[in-house]
């Protein structure tokens, strides 16, 4: 069954309630063979909540989820068997040695007595753990924990792995050394679901889901998120005290979106040459001196907050 | 399945083995307790603080306070010159009993009548105040019937109304000295035994709830029935290693007679601990960190302790209480520990509690299944 479709995670129309709130409102897509998908999307979205559900650790109220051709609310056990999981709580034992944690969870996995000194081999060499293969895990600086926590979740070689924010708390080095290795993984064919809410990381995906409010608010590859989604192009106005000509630039003719990033404001126009030197106009009659503008290539964090976050203020967007 | 069993069992022991305090938790607190229990927990009075008032200053009134105060029931902390002093010595505490005395009592007891004697008791604590009028009354009594027998011979039947009594012949079958320690030790053991093991079930699956690792092991083939199999039979063991111990220090230290037959008493614990691995496990599914494990533990095993007969008879409790008695599972192993301890007697006796035992775990443990696989979602 698994090989007679391209796709590894086909998700159909998934709905879940708990109770009144609806976490997840009617999601589709699909993940193919050795594809890493991002999830981005503001905390209380829903992708952790789409995660657990691929997991078989939530029933679905409505929808289908097919993991590895297998329907998760069928048969969660068989769907279990094939996925590597690694959630954003660091999930491994403290009090257990390197190995012994690897052990257990081989263990628990099936991983079988001949093949067992080999997987523990390499999830110590890809933690970069060899000649500490005995020290407590609690030692462990976070890096190599969250390293470890990897390996712990493909001893049993899962084709399909799933990462709940795999890289909050771990500092910049060890996210790019971790990125290596889901890079490394996909290249062997693991489909890798992954939910992140740093925009930089989500730039190393194949292809982005933007969840808000648990509804699909955006799907594709990064290029494409930042070239179709925000239809029109971007300006970035800067000058001195730039955030109060947020309202009278909201109101300008041709300007769709206003949006403050750091120090200045992207402007989302229908055509960047045309409407410049309006807007600039505009800025010198707010009482804004030295008012400037260039146009500029669309972020990711652009279009996230363009299609996301548009109604929050910019702080919660930032991260 | 056995195969995903062993690995929790043994990662189970693993951890054990290497917290040092879990081990010292497991071992010195219930031999500690059962020492307490062993020596502490006693039903018997003596040495009762007592302040004497002795209106009457003859011979006869002397003799009564010495019978008082070589009893070693009552232990004389005061002489009090009138009876304001008496009640400022149970006032203050620093008696619990007066004693007085009243003038002409023994010029009554002279004409062979009845003589008054008053006995003010501390009641605050009811229990003692009751077994120490017990007692009073037993000297008091004794004491009266020596001076009227005497009186009697001395006056030639005169005076001195010859006595008819009827004199009970008690056997107290089990515990022929009434020793409470006899009633308490085998009683600390079940009660030891409920506290130790529902807190340890408990506190290690909240734990690995509250850190995470209960998650990362149910997105693993493993199945919540396999989960809580491996998770709860280590304390499955150690419930059995802990009532062994106890069970010696109760055999051995206090010398509390064993009639019964061992093996009996090991097939109860084994009921009784299915009962309270399922207890555990229930408290685990309600509570999402160790805190909430902790006020919850109190908050159940309190109730169970006073409603299983420990030391409060169930008999004498109301009717909706006692009902309640009816799905305490230590009410049930109290009875079979105290029977094999006391009376020796075995399952064709026991049955019935062994019965209601295995049925209330095998339910209460059938409930916990379904409770932490729901607890997930």
């Known amino acids: 069954m698994a090989d007679s479709s391209p796709m590894q995670i086909v998700v159909d129309g998934l709905v879940k309630r708990f109770g009144a709130f609806t976490a997840l ?251 410049l030197p309006a807007l600039l106009a505009l800025l010198a009659g707010s009482g804004i001196a030295d008012g400037r503008g260039r146009r500029i290539d669309p972020s990711l964090e652009d279009s996230f907050v363009h299609l996301v976050a548009a109604k929050l203020p910019p702080t919660e967007v930032a991260s | 399945m056995f195969q995903r069993i062993i690995q929790l069992l043994l990662k189970e022991f693993l951890q054990l083995r ?49 019978s008082f105060v070589h009893s070693s029931r009552f232990e004389l902390v005061a002489v009090a010159d009138d009876r304001r002093q008496v009640q400022a010595a149970v006032e203050s505490s620093k008696a619990q009993l007066g004693i007085v005395v009243p003038p002409g009592f023994a010029e009554l007891l002279r004409k062979g009548q009845s003589a008054p004697l008053q006995v003010l008791v501390d009641g605050t604590n009811s229990n003692t105040a009751l077994i120490a009028l017990g007692y009073a009354g037993q000297i008091s009594g004794a004491f009266g019937q020596t001076y009227a027998q005497d009186l009697a011979q001395r006056t030639g039947r005169a005076l001195g109304r010859p006595l008819v009594s009827v004199k009970l012949e008690e056997r107290y079958w089990y515990n022929p000295n009434l020793n409470s320690r006899w009633f308490f030790v085998p009683g600390v053991i079940g009660t030891l035994t409920l506290i130790t093991i529902v807190n340890l079930t408990a506190f290690a699956i909240v734990r690995e709830r509250e850190v995470g ?69 229930l408290i685990s599914t309600l509570c999402k960190t160790q805190q909430q494990a902790f006020a919850s533990n109190f908050f159940i095993l309190n109730p169970m302790f006073i409603l299983s007969g420990f030391s409060f008879p169930i008999a004498t409790m109301p009717q909706a209480l006692q009902w309640i008695t009816y799905v305490d599972p230590l009410r049930y192993f109290l009875i079979i520990i105290r029977a094999t301890y006391l009376k020796g007697v075995g399952i064709d006796i026991l049955w019935p509690q062994m019965a209601t035992l295995a049925a209330l775990g095998f339910g209460l443990f059938g409930v916990a299944i379904l409770r932490f696989s729901k607890s997930l979602d």
């Open chain 2, 213 to 281: 690792t209960l998650e990362q092991i149910l997105v693993t083939p493993i199945r919540p029935v396999e989960f809580i199999i491996g998770k709860t039979l280590p304390f499955f063991f150690i419930g059995l290693l802990e009532v062994s111990i106890v069970t010696a220090v109760g055999m051995w230290w206090f010398r509390v007679p064993f009639e019964g037959n061992l093996l009996v008493l090991l097939f109860g614990t084994c009921l009784f601990l299915i009962s309270v691995l399922a207890i555990g496990l």
């Open chain 2, 18 to 66: 290497r917290d040092r305090s879990a081990r010292f938790r497991l071992l010195i607190p219930p031999i500690v307790q059962m020492l307490l229990f062993g020596y502490a927990a006693t039903f018997e009075v003596f040495n009762v603080a007592t302040v004497m008032l002795d209106q009457d200053h003859t011979q006869e009134s002397r003799a009564l306070v010495d």
């Open chain 1, 25 to 275: 409102d009617g999601i589709s897509f699909g993940v193919a063979h050795g594809e890493i998908m991002g999830f981005l999307g503001p905390n209380g979205a829903g992708k952790s909540t789409l995660i657990r559900i691929l997991c078989g650790l939530l029933r679905p109220s409505a929808g289908r989820a097919l993991v590895a051709g297998i329907d998760v609310a069928g048969d969660p056990e068989a769907v279990r068997r094939r996925i590597g999981y690694m959630s954003q709580k660091f999930s491994l034992y403290g009090d257990l040695s390197v190995v012994e944690n690897l052990r257990f969870f081989g263990g628990i996995y099936g991983v079988s007595e001949a093949e067992m000194p080999e997987r523990l081999r390499f999830a110590v060499d890809m933690a970069g753990l060899t000649g500490r293969e005995d020290a407590l895990v609690a030692t462990l600086a976070g890096g190599w924990k969250q390293r470890l926590a990897l390996g712990a979740a493909i001893l049993h070689r899962p084709a399909i792995l799933f990462l709940d924010e795999p890289t909050s708390g771990v500092d910049p080095g060890s996210r790019r050394r971790f990125w290596n290795l889901i890079h490394a993984l996909s290249e062997e064919g693991v489909s890798i679901l992954v939910s992140t809410h740093y925009m930089d990381e989500a730039e190393y995906c194949h292809r982005i889901a933007l969840i808000n409010r648990g509804r699909l608010v955006a799907l594709g590859t990064p290029l494409e998120l930042k070239q179709h989604s925000l239809g029109g192009e971007l300006l970035a106005l800067e000058g001195e005290r730039i955030g109060e000509a947020i309202a009278p630039l909201a109101r300008a003719p041709g300007v769709r979106d206003v949006a403050m990033f750091g120090n200045a404001l992207h402007v989302l126009v229908d055509q960047a040459a045309l409407r």
